[in-house]
Structures are given as structure tokens and as C-alpha cells.
């Protein structure tokens, strides 16, 4: 039954494959029980999944939207905002094998980053024009629909999320808009559009989000992570019920694997194969058990791995039918299944991703592949220069992990760290006080809070 009409009302977006997990830590069920009216949006063929997830609350309402409602010049904004952000990151990954493979073309997409991007006000003209020529044929209705106070975009880079951002701005309501991810404001292109408000995770992001989103510091509101609230608040399974669940030995040690993932690299065969040599030959522990757990929106090929005992690979995120796992959902109970692997887990080995965060809020060491595997492919061919992107030298500048350039270097690393885990303890506290922010199991609660605060128009800027 939906909720009574005259209810004050927040439009909320849930359009990433990672959001709906930051939702269930307690954001929505703290704004709903308030009395206030949320309509969530979310993609028109995961509908379904949300009202079987969340249609329990009160005073929620969901819809589903399809992309393909908007035209064509949206599309040619989103495409243009990859050209005007002038960072190491962009230089590096338009030079890399995920960029421009046409020389002339990377030399005019860098030619107009650095050449116009850098400058703010040819930022600013940018947002203009593309608020002067943007339509807003697919979030129209529901405005007339349910005429909200405030609109809170949970990931201010999505197509979807900048057209509701603007559409609510041509009608003069708040916007607010959040950071989702530590790489987002030096790695994915400007911010097209510019909110009344900017939510981010942590005081790093805030300072970038002064410096290449032109946001105002007295804008911006530090949260700390809201999927984290779990890892305080939520209790670890047992260590039997966890092995059993993954099908291990509880009397065995874990080695949590995360890979690459094909989108950056065709290599976690080979480094596993090094790891399941090295327990081979003794060179590592032989009661060692290896954990795989793939990322939720990307899939693994796994060239060349050789079957092995005491090898178990785990695909978490909720499939919609046959889309790809790009499209996939991390649902609240694979963040919960997450935090029991960290936890269980002796060691992990990872790239550079956010796992080394979650693993510093347990205090888990992280060893990190640094190389090619066994066939070396260039600095810009392979991975190597991902090392060099702005958010992941914030990481290794805090020493919190193992980075390892070769075979031998990682094993070793991961023998050291097996033997003595309070090896880079003191880079993993640098970590959590820079990326965490704050590890209370309140960053949902502080949301909530700050969106009911400008609903009130009682705005306190911290």
C-alpha cells in the first residue's frame, strides 16, 4: 500500500550495483520510520529484487526506470566529462590498454584535458550548457507524482543519477548527491553535475571533491562509510558455521584470494598458480586453504589455472536472468559473507582495490600483486601502471600492504605475514584514520541524520 501523499518526500537513486548494499545498513529503514515518504528509484528490470528486499518498509515507494529513456545528447555529456578531467589517472589510463588504441585520438582527448579541463570555468561552462540542453523526459512524471522536498543521488557519476540531479535543479529543489567510490573524482571523468550539497566517505575525498568538483568545503559532508556499519554492528558467524558454509576446513588457515578480474587483467591463473606451487613445494604452509572470491560485477577466465585441493571459488552478487555480472546486485547478505571471509582469514591477497580497506578494518594483513604474472606486458599493456593512479598511491602511501613485483617477492610476503600478522599494523591504522574515517557503526545513522537536517533546513556544516 502506498504510503499517505502528504508525507514530505526524498527521491533516492540505487542505479549502481553496489549502492543497494549501503541502503540496507540502515539509511532507509532510519528515514522511513521517520514518517517521511522515500521513493526509491532503481533499474526498471531489478524492480522486482527491490521490492522483495526493501518492500517491507513503510512509506516506501519504488520505481523502475530504464536508461533507454534518455536521449541521445545525454549520452554526449556523459562521454564529453571523460575529457575534461586532467589527472594522472586519466593521462595514465588513456595511455593504457583500457584506453585510446588511436594515437591521434588519445593526443586530442589529453590535448583537451589539459588544455581546457584544468581550467575551472571552462568546467563550470560545461555543467551550463548541459543543464541548459539536458532533458528530463524520464524522471518528469514522478515529479508531478510526488512532488519531493530533497533528492539524494547515492553515486553522483551515473547517467541516470546526474539527469534526476539536474531535472531536480530545473525545478529549484535541493539536490544532494554522494561519492561512491574512492576513485570517482580522479578516475572516471569531472562531475557534470554540480549538487546543492556533496556527501563523501572520508576527508581525502572531501579535499578532492574541492579540488576537481568545484564543490564548495562548506558543502561537503563527511558520512565515513555506511556499508562498514556492519562490521561494528553486526556480530561475525562462528567459525564452524562460516567453513561449513564455504565448503572448507575450520581446522585449516585461510588465504583470501580477490582477483583482478578481466576488465583489468587475464592473470589470476598464474597467481594462483604461484601460490598453490609454493604450498606444493613447501614453501608455503601446507594447511593452507585458498578462498577465491570473484568481484561481484566482473567475471574471471582463470587462464591457465590447474585444478587444486583446497581451492574454493565463490561468486557472490544477485544475477538478473542472463545480463552479464556487470549488472549484478551486492546484495546486504554477500557484504555480510565479506566481512566473515576478511575475518576468518589469515592473510589476503589482492590488487589494489578496496578489499585492502575492508581488510584494514580488521586488521587483516593484505600482500598485493604489483605484476604481470609470468609474462611480463609492459607498463601500460598490463598493470603496473594502475600503481601510479592517484587513489591507489593514497593507499601504498600508507604502507599498510605487502607490494610485490615478482614471484618469489610474493610468496615470501605471504610467508612473512602468515608468520607474523602485525607486520604493516601501523600502515593499517594510517589506512583506516585516511579511508574509514570513522569505525563506529554509525555512518548510516549520520546520513540519515543530515538528510532529515536540510529537510528541516537546519543545515549545520561540518
Given at each position: 500500500?502506498?504510503?499517505?501523499?502528504?508525507?514530505?518526500?526524498?527521491?533516492?537513486?540505487?542505479?549502481?550495483?553496489?549502492?543497494?548494499?549501503?541502503?540496507?545498513?540502515?539509511?532507509?529503514?532510519?528515514?522511513?520510520?521517520?514518517?517521511?515518504?522515500?521513493?526509491?528509484?532503481?533499474?526498471?528490470?531489478?524492480?522486482?529484487?527491490?521490492?522483495?528486499?526493501?518492500?517491507?518498509?513503510?512509506?516506501?515507494?519504488?520505481?523502475?526506470?530504464?536508461r533507454e529513456l534518455l536521449p541521445r545528447r545525454t549520452r554526449f555529456f556523459q562521454n564529453l566529462t571523460l575529457v575534461l578531467?586532467?589527472?594522472?589517472?586519466?593521462?595514465?589510463?588513456?595511455?593504457?590498454?583500457?584506453?585510446?588504441?588511436?594515437?591521434?585520438?588519445?593526443?586530442?582527448?589529453?590535448?583537451?584535458?589539459?588544455?581546457?579541463?584544468?581550467?575551472?570555468?571552462?568546467r563550470e561552462s560545461f555543467r551550463f550548457i548541459n543543464y541548459l540542453f539536458s532533458a528530463d523526459s524520464a524522471f518528469a512524471p514522478y515529479f508531478a507524482k510526488y512532488r519531493p522536498a530533497l533528492v539524494f543521488s547515492t553515486d553522483v557519476k551515473h547517467i541516470l543519477d546526474a539527469e534526476l540531479l539536474i531535472a531536480a535543479s530545473h525545478r529549484s529543489i535541493r539536490t544532494v548527491a554522494m561519492v561512491r567510490s574512492w576513485d570517482y573524482l580522479t578516475?572516471?571523468?569531472?562531475?557534470?553535475?554540480?549538487?546543492?550539497?556533496?556527501?563523501?566517505?572520508?576527508?581525502?575525498?572531501?579535499?578532492?571533491?574541492?579540488?576537481?568538483?568545484?564543490?564548495?568545503?562548506?558543502?561537503?559532508?563527511?558520512?565515513?562509510?555506511?556499508?562498514?556499519?556492519?562490521?561494528?554492528?553486526?556480530?561475525?558467524?562462528?567459525?564452524?558455521?562460516?567453513?561449513?558454509?564455504?565448503?572448507?576446513?575450520?581446522?585449516?588457515?585461510?588465504?583470501?584470494?580477490?582477483?583482478?578480474?578481466?576488465?583489468?587483467?587475464?592473470?589470476?591463473?598464474?597467481?594462483?598458480n604461484m601460490i598453490t606451487n609454493a604450498i606444493e613445494k613447501g614453501k608455503l604452509p601446507d594447511d593452507l586453504q585458498i578462498l577465491v572470491r570473484l568481484p561481484p560485477g566482473d567475471s574471471v577466465a582463470f587462464s591457465g589455472l590447474r585444478p587444486r585441493p583446497n581451492l574454493i571459488i565463490e561468486a557472490p552478487g544477485k544475477m538478473f536472468g542472463s545480463r552479464s555480472r556487470k549488472a549484478n546486485e551486492m546484495t546486504y547478505e554477500d557484504l555480510l559473507h565479506l566481512a566473515d571471509s576478511?575475518?576468518?582469514?589469515?592473510?589476503?591477497?589482492?590488487?589494489?582495490?578496496?578489499?585492502?580497506?575492508?581488510?584494514?578494518?580488521?586488521?587483516?594483513?593484505?600482500?598485493?600483486?604489483?605484476?604481470d604474472g609470468y609474462k611480463d606486458k609492459g607498463y601500460y599493456g598490463g598493470i603496473r601502471h594502475s600503481f601510479d593512479f592517484c587513489h591507489i598511491k593514497k593507499l601504498t602511501n600508507t604502507h599498510s600492504t605487502a607490494f610485490t613485483q615478482n614471484e618469489e617477492e610474493l610468496v615470501r610476503a605471504i610467508d612473512e605475514r602468515l608468520k607474523d600478522p602485525t607486520l604493516?599494523?601501523?600502515?593499517?591504522?594510517?589506512?583506516?584514520?585516511?579511508?574509514?574515517?570513522?569505525?563506529?557503526?554509525?555512518?548510516?545513522?549520520?546520513?540519515?541524520?543530515f538528510l532529515r537536517t536540510l529537510l528541516e533546513e537546519r543545515v549545520v556544516f561540518i
Open positions: 500500500m502506498y504510503p499517505d501523499s502528504q508525507l514530505q518526500t526524498i527521491f533516492i537513486t540505487s542505479f549502481h550495483g553496489l549502492v543497494s548494499r549501503v541502503l540496507a545498513c540502515g539509511l532507509l529503514e532510519k528515514l522511513t520510520a521517520d514518517k517521511l515518504r522515500v521513493v526509491l528509484f532503481v533499474p526498471d528490470f531489478k524492480k522486482d529484487y527491490f521490492v522483495a528486499t526493501f518492500g517491507f518498509l513503510p512509506n516506501l515507494v519504488i520505481e523502475g526506470v530504464s578531467l586532467d589527472t594522472e589517472t586519466m593521462r595514465l589510463t588513456r595511455r593504457s590498454f583500457r584506453g585510446y588504441h588511436n594515437p591521434f585520438k588519445r593526443f586530442v582527448a589529453q590535448s583537451i584535458a589539459s588544455g581546457l579541463g584544468r581550467f575551472r570555468f571552462v578516475g572516471k571523468g569531472m562531475i557534470r553535475v554540480r549538487p546543492d550539497w556533496l556527501v563523501v566517505h572520508n576527508n581525502v575525498i572531501r579535499d578532492e571533491a574541492v579540488m576537481y568538483a568545484d564543490m564548495p568545503v562548506n558543502r561537503i559532508f563527511v558520512s565515513g562509510l555506511p556499508h562498514f556499519d556492519p562490521y561494528v554492528n553486526v556480530e561475525r558467524s562462528p567459525r564452524e558455521e562460516f567453513f561449513k558454509k564455504i565448503g572448507g576446513d575450520s581446522g585449516k588457515r585461510l588465504l583470501l584470494y580477490i582477483p583482478w578480474g578481466d576488465k583489468f587483467s587475464d592473470s589470476d591463473g598464474d597467481f594462483l576478511i575475518y576468518w582469514s589469515d592473510i589476503i591477497v589482492s590488487p589494489p582495490s578496496t578489499v585492502p580497506i575492508d581488510a584494514a578494518a580488521f586488521d587483516k594483513p593484505v600482500v598485493m600483486m604489483a605484476f604493516d599494523s601501523a600502515g593499517r591504522e594510517r589506512l583506516r584514520q585516511e579511508q574509514v574515517y570513522k569505525l563506529d557503526g554509525k555512518s548510516s545513522e549520520r546520513l540519515a541524520d
